[in-house]
């Protein structure tokens, strides 16, 4: 079975600009997760959607924002990048809201 | 802010012998998952534990949690090159919604 993907892999974006990531869940997952890891720090939970709905935010700027679709596939925008959202943002899927999370590669962004 | 805090910060050993690592957190939990993290890839979880429980075992690990010190413990027992990594504890603490909080992770390194 696939597991979560994620894309892109990597990406370098310039100050101000904006960014989209996506993400596909494992096949029956309802739920998705984002998480924001800076280099040699742990992940950082952003948002949580299950069944297309926000169920949990995490401590981030209205610059982050997400979404999920009908085939629970996610998407995560941030606006107006920063130089400090360079980090490995990475997608988690599971069944239900609470249950053991599986996690994709990630995307790597760098801001210049 | 992150709920977890792994102990030590990073660990040497030699390939064979036990690897231990602990997490600390400050609020009650619903559970407690222990994930690893090979060179700032994807996240694989490891095993997960629930408030009722005292101890866990899954192959080469075995993990406790002691809620009345808000404290959880990761054994790697006879250690291979291949446990090279960094090992996060998550806590799931919320009730209505969802947040998983990392900790910053411990360092393992398996000398051959």
């Known amino acids: 079975d696939a597991g979560v993907t994620q894309s892109p892999t990597h990406l370098i974006k310039t100050r101000g600009q904006h960014v989209t990531l996506r993400c596909s869940p494992i096949?029956?997952?309802?739920?998705v997760s984002w998480y924001q890891q800076v280099l040699g720090q742990g992940p950082q939970f952003i948002f949580q959607y299950y069944e297309k709905e926000e169920r949990g935010r995490g401590n981030f700027p209205d610059r982050f924002s997400a979404r999920q679709f009908p085939n629970y596939s996610s998407e995560l925008n941030v606006n107006a990048l920063l130089l400090g959202d360079s980090a490995l943002y990475l997608c988690?899927?599971?069944?239900?809201?609470?249950?053991?999370?599986?996690f994709g590669p990630g995307t790597r962004l760098l801001v210049l | 802010s992150q709920q977890g805090e792994e102990d030590p910060q990073a660990l040497s050993i030699q390939e064979g012998e036990n690897a231990t690592m602990n997490c600390s957190y400050k609020t009650s939990i619903n559970n407690l998952q222990w994930y690893r993290q090979n060179s700032g890839r994807g996240l694989v979880h490891l095993i997960l534990i629930r408030s009722n429980e005292r101890e866990k075992h899954s192959g080469r690990l075995r993990v406790t949690l002691d809620t009345s010190k808000k404290s959880s413990s990761l054994l790697i027992t006879a250690s291979r090159a291949a446990d090279t990594a960094s090992y996060f504890c998550a806590t799931d603490f919320g009730s209505n919604d969802y947040k998983l909080s990392f900790g910053a992770g411990t360092t393992v390194t398996v000398r051959a």
């Open positions: 988690a899927s599971s069944p239900l809201a609470k249950e053991t999370q599986y």
């Open positions: 096949s029956g997952h309802k739920s």
